[in-house]
């Protein structure tokens, strides 16, 4: 559905993407992960044509980038793109005349969005009596008004509550559901790990690591991670060199990564003679993999 080939995009002499490599495949959620400033919202403005770059091919559902892409793409910016004193169908009504709907197609598409997200009920408010997440939902819907063959999100549901972020994840996975393909970018790693069939990670404007989570998981050298509390970590960490198990700090936290799961009273064995407070196991999760592949690219 869309095939990136390395894109560079400089800003001044700084290459803010190099190389960068992506294919979404038709039906998928692709999560795009990384941290501020990696370039993520680089990539999106590009695919959308409000960006130059420099080098690279961007294609989507088989067509090179052109003006008719903006009617395969909805995007939904990461600051809502609404008029706030405007009721929800008022919006979807402006932006649905802008790809050329009008009359009963425009009526039906209203309709069809709103109650995709689950907004039907207040169709006739206006936007700013609305709570964050509502917004977040009526933003999702005015980009899927031209029924769109790629939705991109962009952090779909950074600055909601809980609560609201649920609601969103809810809506992603029925528009899935639907077979809708879905590019998201998002820094959260639950809602990567909640969400995507693939993750890309990308750190400086390149994608380090890619691939379901099953797959990213095989880039930490471990089945199972003991995070281990001690006021002799050094101790602890020599004793666990000597079993082959490596450690590293995750916020501050002492971890061993274990090559096998072990039984909690042969852990408690290794570490004979070493004040522990708490052992506690931990599944090898996107964080741990985020980290061990960020931490090892400059
Ligand atoms: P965030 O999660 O904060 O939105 P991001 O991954 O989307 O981050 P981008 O906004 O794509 O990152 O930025 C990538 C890099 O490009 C950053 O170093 C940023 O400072 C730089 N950058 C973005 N826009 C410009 C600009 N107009 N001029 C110069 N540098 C820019």
Redesign the pocket.
């Known amino acids: 559905m869309l095939q990136i080939k390395n894109l560079t995009k400089f800003?001044g002499k700084r290459a803010?993407l190099q190389d960068l490599n992506l294919n979404i495949k038709q039906g998928e959620i692709y999560g795009l992960l990384?941290a501020?400033?990696?370039?993520?919202?680089?990539?999106i403005n590009i695919i959308c044509g409000l960006l130059n770059y420099d080098d690279g091919q961007v294609n989507i559902n088989g067509e090179n980038l052109s003006a008719r892409s903006k009617y395969l793409l909805g995007v939904a910016p990461?600051e809502n793109l609404l008029y706030p004193s405007l009721s929800c169908a008022e919006n979807l009504s402006f932006f649905g005349k802008i790809y050329g709907l009008k009359g009963t197609k425009l009526k039906s598409a209203i309709n069809r969005c709103l109650q995709g997200v689950n907004l039907l009920d207040r169709k006739d408010n206006a936007v700013d009596t609305l709570s964050g997440g509502m917004q977040r939902r009526v933003n999702i819907a005015v980009a899927l008004i031209h029924n769109p063959k790629l939705l991109i999100l962009d952090?779909p549901t950074t600055g909601l509550d809980i609560e609201a972020r649920y609601e969103i994840w809810q809506l992603i996975t029925s528009l899935k559901e639907e077979g809708m393909t879905i590019l998201l970018?998002t820094?959260l790693l639950d809602e990567a790990q909640k969400l995507c069939d693939r993750i890309g990670i990308i750190k400086n404007?390149e994608i380090i690591a890619e691939g379901t989570l099953e797959e990213l998981r095989k880039k930490v050298p471990a089945q199972e991670i003991i995070i281990i509390k001690t006021d002799e970590e050094e101790k602890a960490i020599l004793k666990a060199q000597e079993k082959g198990f490596q450690h590293r700090y995750y916020g501050g936290d002492l971890a061993f990564l274990l090559p096998e799961t072990l039984p909690l009273e042969e852990l408690i064995k290794y570490f004979d003679h070493i004040n522990l407070t708490s052992i506690t196991r931990q599944p090898v999760n996107l964080d741990h993999i985020y980290l061990e592949v960020t931490q090892n690219v400059e």
């Open positions: 800003y803010v990384g501020n400033g990696a370039g993520k919202t680089t990539t990461q952090e970018t820094h404007g």
